[in-house]
């Protein structure tokens, strides 16, 4: 039920413009969640509750409400030319400055050429590879998401400019991240299958995380990071196919960070949706692993896997639930996290 202002009635717009709209929308989610290992979500000021780690004073219960609303927009028109253009946003990000480099929410062009979209977009390598099916109502930790090296909330952090083409299920992508880096990648999609590649190159210099233990709790474990004095890059392909309602995917990445202890630092992980009338059905399996050069340095092996189902209640209103573990060699002890409620998209 997106609310929708036209430019005749509700918006007034320069004259020039063939057509112009506003959506507004959103979605959300309410519900209660179980964790242990101690997940951030379920800090607690009761003294009584478990402290994690043992005798580290972060006392945290096993259950907890979540909630979650995002109210966003998309904005478009129509150039006398015949160019399409506009804007998408969170009325979140619309309340704090951004300065010129400002790359909250985005803003596109589109046209016979293609479209160039730029701000707080994916990169080209995580719009043709995308994400394995992820499962329960506030995504159990997103540990069903790959890594990519460019693009919104990736590192280096900043606005990303990228560029699309798309013909006969072809699509064609190269993002651009100020000077840090740039990555490109090409899909191909029919009913039936789909395939990805992408490669991602990421300046000298660069910070890359390879391994984030706050996902994990406070386990009194560290992130992987690695400083890359030669710069960092990222091969990275997926697959999928679709039967009778059913979505089998695949990934595989390798990271290459030059110059660093880093030997290397491969990802990997399959997953399937099925969709059957009103109710659907999600899970998945990812690893992690990091190889070091350096003698006495631990190597780490990172597994996740969960399942999740939902059923759609009608317009825009569902019941979803799910249960996730991941567990880590940087782990004290694996994480077992789980959620049920209900979820609006309006």
Known sequence: ?????????????????????????????MGVAYGDNGNPIFATT??????????????FSNYSFVYDLDVDFKASGTSDSGLTFGAAGDFDDLGASQGARGWDN????????????????????ENVIGDLAGVGLSGLGDFNENIFLIGAGAQPAGPVARYDYAISGLTLSLGLSDDSGYNIGASYATDLFSVGLAYEDVA??????????DA????????????????????????????ANVTLKGVYGQIDVDGTTVDTFDQYGVSAAAAFGAASVSAFYRAVTTDFKVAGTPDNDFEAYGLGVAYDLGGGLALEAGVAQADSDRAANALTVADFGVSIDF
């Open 1 to 29: 039920m997106k609310k929708i202002l036209l430019a005749s009635t509700a918006l007034i717009v320069s004259a020039g413009f063939a057509s112009a709209e506003v959506v507004i929308g959103g979605d959300g989610y």
């Open 46 to 59: 009761d003294t009584s509750a478990d402290q994690v780690p043992a005798g580290s004073g972060n006392n």
């Open 106 to 125: 985005s803003i596109f062009i589109s046209g016979d050429f293609g479209t160039l979209t730029m701000g707080d977009i994916d990169g080209a390598a």
């Open 204 to 213: 000298d210099g660069a910070t890359v995380t390879l391994f984030d233990i």
């Open 216 to 243: 994990l709790g406070s386990t009194g474990s560290t992130a992987i990071t690695a400083t890359a004095p030669n710069g960092a890059s990222q091969i990275i392909g997926a697959a999928s196919v679709t039967f």
